[in-house]
């Protein structure tokens, strides 16, 4: 990252002469330009000159896999980068006019985002988007020359352009954070503490357990984060405000930011209000209006809306629509309208689960388990395909606590139906982050007995019943033995292994078991305990003698 100062005089200066050179090799509006360089100020720098040279700029991450670095600057059309050094590398033939003047309506910066179908999209932000951006920040958090910012974020996640632009154009301080800070909540409390920063940007999964701790006295005016949705709120008596907001990339950073009250204000936060010259429209299928208290897909109209994809024409088309009176971006995220005014976030609507039949929001279940005392944070996903599939929490647990399943599900089913209860309970030292800071859901590891939240202390069957069954399930799994509280899912357990187990406990004990009570009763103890129920209520019915004949029955099986 390197170390020292960079006064706005020798940027100025260094910047103006890379512009000169950009010019001189065909750099002007509209003519893209990669920047492939580490945290630094010469990756300040770059992007100022490019600016100033007419162009936009494109950050190229160089943790990426260079076969996406390659397909990027293609797919971009990147007419050169600037790498270490500020070497500018010649990639194309520039069609731009070398330093022609810049409006509010040319490009600014392109950033590439994970698409569905696996293939990086491009977003193409203007100057003027980003104006309405700079210009709120300042207003609303009172940006001047005395603050002193952080520069945290990922330089391919767009919170990196928040970072620097609105400090920068108000003469503040932009502080660098190296690697290892910026990815451990201790570190980052203490380093943004030492460099005494008055407002900061943290991803979600790192800022929940910084407002979650003690802190010393610090100059920190406003924590924001973002990024993913957040689930708690801060401990009460912090020396700072907490800060939610939201935003696509395709909206420019944010679209929506509120302040965060503390844990005496129950239910998951808001992402608060439509920003300056933003507006915020809930709508159905149909893409109307929903009512009060009603869900509905959010979209995005105003300033801040991109111009669309690159080289995209046909998915511009599809996500960025005029409706309503004017030009949206279709989120695919989806929220409420609160009473006051405020948004619910309730996650995105492609990361619904269907479960048994019941549609799951994972983020729902996620906000309850924060609340345990015990949690950190955690992360819930469907695990299995299928009839297989189930529900499994991944559970970071709060320093030197030692949350147990049983009491994490009966926690959760003081507030959640029991289809939403997850079966699988998973411990991880922290949760998998991508390079930006948020979750990634595809490093989340496959549940598994060494990954098991707690190892439950082996009770053998006892009942005849419990007995039987144990019996079937380790012949089933090939395993020596089962206990009372195992689980079959985690002694692997599967959809197919599961049809033959109902097979052997009709032939055994003359019970209908279904596979739902499979999913429901996953132990050797609650299949016991359906199956006795089962019995109890086929005895009831029958004369003595027809019980008889059945226990007797049921002896020479």
């Known amino acids: 990252m390197g170390s020292g100062r ?26 893209v330009v990669g920047i492939g360089i580490e945290r630094s100020f010469d990756y300040v720098i770059a992007a100022l000159a490019i600016w100033k040279a007419g162009g936009a700029y494109l950050p190229v991450d160089l943790e990426w896999p260079e ?4 397909f990027v600057l293609e797919d971009a059309r990147a007419a050169m980068i600037i790498s270490g050094g500020l070497a500018v590398e010649v990639l194309r033939e520039t069609s731009g006019v070398a330093g022609g003047s810049i409006t509010r309506e040319n490009l600014a910066y392109v950033i590439y985002t994970s698409g569905s179908t696996g293939r990086p999209k491009g977003v193409e932000v203007t100057h003027g988007n980003l104006l309405n951006l700079v210009f709120w920040h300042r207003r609303a958090f009172g940006i001047t020359a005395a603050d002193r910012a952080s520069h945290i974020a990922g330089l391919a996640f767009d919170a990196a352009v928040w970072e620097l632009w609105p400090y920068l154009s108000a003469g503040a301080c932009v502080t660098l954070a190296d690697e290892a800070t910026r990815t451990s909540p201790d570190l980052l409390r203490d380093w943004l503490t030492a460099e005494g920063v008055t407002i900061s940007f943290v991803p979600t999964a790192l800022a929940e357990p910084m407002f979650q701790s003690t802190w010393p006295t610090t100059t920190l005016r406003f924590l924001l984060t973002g990024a993913d949705t957040l689930h708690t709120h801060p401990v009460a008596g912090l020396p700072f405000q907490l800060i939610n907001n939201y935003g696509p990339t395709e909206c420019t950073v944010v679209a929506t930011s509120g302040v965060v009250k503390p844990t005496s204000i129950c239910g998951k936060p808001s992402i608060g209000s439509a920003i300056a010259n933003m507006r ?3 709508l159905n299928e149909n893409r109307q209006p929903v009512g009060p208290g009603e869900t509905g897909e959010i979209y995005i109209g105003g300033t801040g ?26 989120t695919g995220d989806l929220g409420e309208l609160l009473p006051d005014g405020q948004i619910a976030f309730h996650g995105r609507a492609d990361h619904q689960e269907k479960i048994r039949g019941n549609r799951i929001e994972p983020d729902e279940i996620v906000s309850v388990l924060a609340r345990h005392p015990k949690v950190a944070t955690a992360a819930v996903a469907a695990v299995g395909v299928n009839c297989n599939k189930q529900l499994a929490a991944y559970i970071v647990p709060a320093p030197g606590m030692a949350p147990g399943s049983i009491e994490l599900r009966e926690f959760l089913s003081r507030e959640l139906p029991e289809y939403m209860i997850p079966s699988i309970f998973v411990k991880l030292g922290a949760l998998p982050l991508t390079s930006n800071g948020k979750l990634d859901r595809g490093a989340l590891p496959a ?6 939240l707690d190892t439950m202390a082996y009770r053998a069957p006892d009942s005849a019943v419990e007995i039987q069954m144990a019996s079937i399930l380790a012949e089933l799994l090939d395993v020596e033995r089962v206990g009372l509280d195992d689980n ?8 197919l292994l599961g049809t033959q187990l109902v097979l052997r406990a009709k032939e055994r004990f003359g019970v209908t078991l279904t596979l739902r009570d499979l999913f429901t009763a996953q132990t050797v103890g609650k299949l016991a305990d359906e199956i006795e129920r089962q019995l109890v209520e086929t005895l009831d019915a029958m004369s003595e003698e027809e019980a008889g004949r059945l226990l007797a029955q049921m002896e020479m099986r």
Request: avoid cysteine.
């Open 67 to 70: 076969d996406r670095r390659t």
């Open 280 to 282: 915020i429209h809930l």
């Open 305 to 330: 809306v991109a111009r669309g994809y690159r080289n995209r024409p046909e998915l511009t088309a599809e996500r960025f629509l005029n409706i309503q009176g004017g030009r949206m971006y279709r």
């Open 447 to 452: 549940p598994a007995a060494e990954n098991a």
């Open 488 to 495: 079959f899912f985690m002694l692997g357990g599967h959809s």
């Open 6 to 31: 960079l006064r706005y005089a020798e940027l100025e200066a260094r910047a103006e002469a890379l512009a000169v050179r950009l010019r001189t090799l065909g750099v002007g509006p509209e003519v």
